[in-house]
Every structure is written in structure tokens, then in C-alpha cells.
């Protein structure tokens, strides 16, 4: 059973401590693929670190995360443009727009996701969505960008079936994740309604930790937790679930 995690920051300052024992737990578990979303241009040299430790397991995105769209935005898509010019990344991302914490820079956030998202398109890339209070937002976008060429992942997907819906018909599937497992995340009562073939599993390590770990830090091994969530949602068995996410995966970074 090869299961995938999509979405996973296993570069953090988090692991320091542990990170080859951590990363071990996951591979141990049969978590084999660990796709790894870029920040900013200050955690480049440590993605490429994880990378070359790990070659045959971890595969970079490249892009610049809403919350990180600052008065320097332009100089960090520029590198992001650099860098996707000069070797092989998977997707781009995370990118997207952020409204939780900050809506000072929602117009920069907007420029900053349309402009990676034509970097995508111009590089045959998928784009891995970051969305936060933001749904009418990026849909407005995606709405605006949409074409054969545009397709990716809907990471930590939280919103209604409805915008489930809306996000799968712009060529997305939603990475789902600890969220699944809460009491209050709502996901749940709804998430046999979608085609398995429109899910992957993610984690966002070290963020939102499944149940039973809620509330510290996130691992890779615990998308485990996940891949049980779904397969009592859907009723049907781990591996199953495990070997179409993966595939749903492959279909997306083609890989």
C-alpha cells in the first residue's frame, strides 16, 4: 500500500529535531510521497536540503504563499519565476489569497496568485490552492484564468459541497486532510457525495493535526489517520482508498 501525502512542510524548523526519525514513522507506514509546498524565498535552501536527502521520496513546489505577500511581493516572484525557469518543480505552490489573518494586502495577494497561476500555465504545471476566508476571491479568479491548461489541488479543502463542486469544475481536486477527522469540520457530513477520484490526502505538516493528535505538532504519518477517516466515510477499505488518492495524485504532478 503506497500511500501519498500531497501537501506537507516536512522543511519547517518543526522537524530540526527529529526529522529523520520523523520521516522514518512516515515510510515505515507506507507513506512514500511527500510532496513539499513552497513558502518564500527563505525556505528555498532548506526545501533543496530535504530534497537531496530524500530523492527518491520528496518532490518541490515553487511559489510565494499569500500570507508572505508583503511589500517585497514582486522581488519574490521574481525568484519564483527564476527558479521555475532553471530546474524541475511538480507544482506551483501554495499559492492563493488569505484573508484570516490580514487583509491588508488583498489586492498584492490577487496580482500575486493570477501572475503563478499564468507561471503554471506557462510551465505545464498544476497549481496547489491556499484558501483562507477567500473562497469568493479565488473563485473569481479561477473563473477568470480557467482554460484546459489550468488544473491542481484545492489544499486543505473546508468549504460547503457547493464550492466543493465549483472547485472541482475549474479541473481541482481537494486535498483533504486532518479537518476530515474533526468534530466541528463539517467536511465529513458531505464527503461521500464527491468521487474518490476528485480526493487527495494531505497533511500540512506540522499544521492541523488529525484527531487523535489534535492540537500539536503534524506529521506525515499521521495522514494514517486520514486515509481511516475516509475509508469509514466512504465505507470502503484503506488500501483502496490509498492506491486511487495516489493515482488522483500521480494524474495531478505526473508523477
Known sequence: MIITDTHTHLYSEAFDEDRDAMMQRALDAGVERFFIPAIDSTYTQAMLELESNYPQNVFLMMGLHPTHVKENFKEELALVEEWLSKRKFYAVGEIGIDLYWDKTFLKQQQ???????????????????????????????????????????????????????????????????????????????????????????????????????????????????????????????????????????KEVFGI
Open 111 to 249: 496580482e500575486a496568485f493570477v501572475f503563478q497561476i499564468r507561471l503554471a500555465k506557462k510551465h505545464q504545471l498544476p497549481i496547489v490552492i491556499h484558501c483562507r476566508d477567500a473562497f469568493d476571491e479565488i473563485f473569481e479568479i479561477l473563473e477568470q484564468e480557467k482554460s484546459d491548461d489550468l488544473f491542481g489541488i484545492f489544499h486543505c479543502f473546508t468549504g460547503t459541497l457547493e464550492q466543493a463542486h465549483q472547485a472541482i469544475s475549474y479541473n481541482m481536486k481537494l486535498g483533504i486532510g486532518g479537518v476530515a477527522t474533526f468534530k466541528n469540520g463539517k467536511i465529513d457530513q458531505f464527503l461521500d457525495q464527491i468521487n474518490l477520484k476528485h480526493i487527495v490526502l494531505e497533511t500540512d505538516s506540522p499544521y492541523l493535526a488529525p484527531v487523535p493528535y489534535r492540537g500539536k505538532r503534524n506529521e506525515s504519518y499521521y495522514v494514517v489517520q486520514v486515509l481511516e477517516k475516509l475509508s469509514f466515510i466512504y465505507g470502503r477499505p484503506s488500501e483502496e482508498i490509498a492506491s486511487i488518492t495516489t493515482d488522483n495524485s
